[in-house]
């Protein structure tokens, strides 16, 4: 599967490693060519033309901590986290998504690596180990502690989401929280002590009572709210019993070869009357359904 | 690849999500029958039949935090979090690496989930979003800010390795705190806002200078130094111009099949003499290099 296709991947910057760690270069590239990434809250600023919109270091809060996104070119690009930005951060909203239709996919892939940056600092302005302030430090990949000495690191959270086959069909869940109609692949947090496939065996018992064997990776995806690690896999399943966790799903049930084409028909023209709605191609869930639809 | 061939997967206890969210059932299982992991610092102790050491809550700590590991059949299993543990984790030491040696599958993946655990809440007293104290919540599965109503959770950071072929070579590389002749797969933190395969690519081209192409995932470990997922991966190399990031890596380069073969088979010998000092089984990169002599 190529990265192009799938959402928040393929961001074009170079996120020039070598330039972190040296205060120098990094310093030098702070000049009034760099660029700043226009942000209202975490939401993206789209300018008319359907691109991200940049300013310059000017525009940011004489406050702000700078985070280094990477190089375009020879111009550096940051993020700002401005202090008042307090890491009240609410779920994605109709702006985002309306961004999310607009915006390329190195685009997309820039702005969510910048918003999971921006907000992990936001709600990492203090030490976890002692409770004293940290700071910025490595152009924004590291915070210190000033009094314990402590080193933090952004948090990048692996989520395994799963696509479970029996006798040719396919298991899928919807939370409360979903539109009507939606069902999606059931997924989970990567718990620590556990390998992927342990990970996905666990969260479909967990979840809809059913074992699964012959795990599968699939595809990857980086998801910024807030920021996780989307990791696609399939597997198999012996026995379709379903015993859904009623307190994480109101309903998991299995779906035809012939349901889910239709169904990826349907979200494809943005029709209705499918048997049940699928997940836009912003979602992982989404390529991992592609996937299984071409695999045949 | 089967888990049981992974160290530090394969844990026999049950994580049981249910009993964590329910306090009522948790307190009942906190009983006279619970067993308590025993564990100096964060080492594991060893009984003479060499098995992981239990206790019962009575030997916890009157101050300490209990970790809810899972369940055992009917009993619950704890680890303890001693006031006295303040998040001074040293790197692992010849004390584990004896016990990683003894101890069978299964229990391994048990220790190395606690010590994980046991770890995060030594280094998570504070709330990072303000400063105030934190308690454990959810047996350990969260801590929750008495202050600002913060939740977090446990921490798990995937990483990337990777073997890179060309011509039907490997690249290894070797950190200069590496015994001499120790070579192994290159490797790095996956980031806010990349994919698994943008995450092989970029740490391959900033170590060692090669782009790679065709990323395929192979096998996952958890790696409890303090709480990686350790994402194991092959990519395929079109220029195999080695341009050593000499701040990372004391050298990187092409080992041949045979080379590899040879190393593989000293090392299941504990023999010396290959061109090369191939990681031991207690690795993923071991079961990288497995892998890849297998596939042919």
């Known amino acids: 599967m ?24 990094l310093a030098e590239l702070s000049n009034w ?22 300013g310059t270091l000017a525009d940011a809060d004489a406050e702000a901590e700078l985070v ?12 700002q986290v401005p202090p008042s930005l307090n890491g009240n951060v609410g779920p994605a909203n109709p702006r985002l998504w309306q961004a999310m239709a607009t915006l390329d996919a190195g685009e997309l892939a820039t702005y969510g ?19 004293a302030p940290t700071a910025l430090a490595k152009g924004g990949w590291q915070r210190n502690c000033g009094s314990c000495k402590a080193e933090h690191f952004p948090r990048v959270d692996p989520v395994t989401i799963m696509l479970v086959e029996h006798d040719g069909n396919i298991l899928l869940g919807r939370q409360p929280r979903f539109p009507a109609g ?14 992927i496939e342990e990970a996905v065996a666990r969260e479909v018992l967990e979840e809809a009572g059913v074992r699964v064997r012959d795990v599968r990776y699939v595809v990857s995806q980086p998801w910024p709210f807030p920021s996780s690690l989307m990791i696609g896999c399939h597997a ?7 015993t859904v966790d009623v307190t994480e799903l109101e309903d998991a049930r299995w779906f035809t ?40």
């Not at 280094?68 to 993020?79: Q, S, T, V």
């Not at 939606?182 to 390998?195: C, D, H, K």
């Open 113 to 131: 690596g910048a918003r999971s940056m921006v907000d992990w600092h936001a709600r990492h302005r203090f030490c976890a180990r002692c409770g």
């Open 33 to 54: 060519r760099a660029r700043l990434l226009l942000l209202d809250g975490l939401d993206p600023v789209v300018s008319p033309d359907g691109r991200l919109a940049w």
């Open 182 to 195: 939606n069902y999606s692949a059931l997924a989970g947090f990567v718990e620590p002590g556990e390998s």
């Open 68 to 79: 280094f996104l990477g190089l375009d070119g020879e111009r550096a690009c940051f993020a």
């Open 236 to 242: 198999f399943a012996d026995d379709p019993t379903v």
């Open 2 to 25: 190529t990265l192009q296709t799938i959402a928040f991947a393929g961001s074009r910057l170079d996120r020039a490693d070598h330039v972190r760690c040296n205060p120098d270069k």
């Open 257 to 296: 070869r012939a349901e889910v084409e239709d169904a990826m028909r349907a979200i494809a023209r943005l029709e209705g009357g499918s048997a049940f709605r699928a997940p836009p191609p912003t979602a992982v869930a989404h390529h991992l359904l592609r996937w299984w639809v071409a695999k045949g």
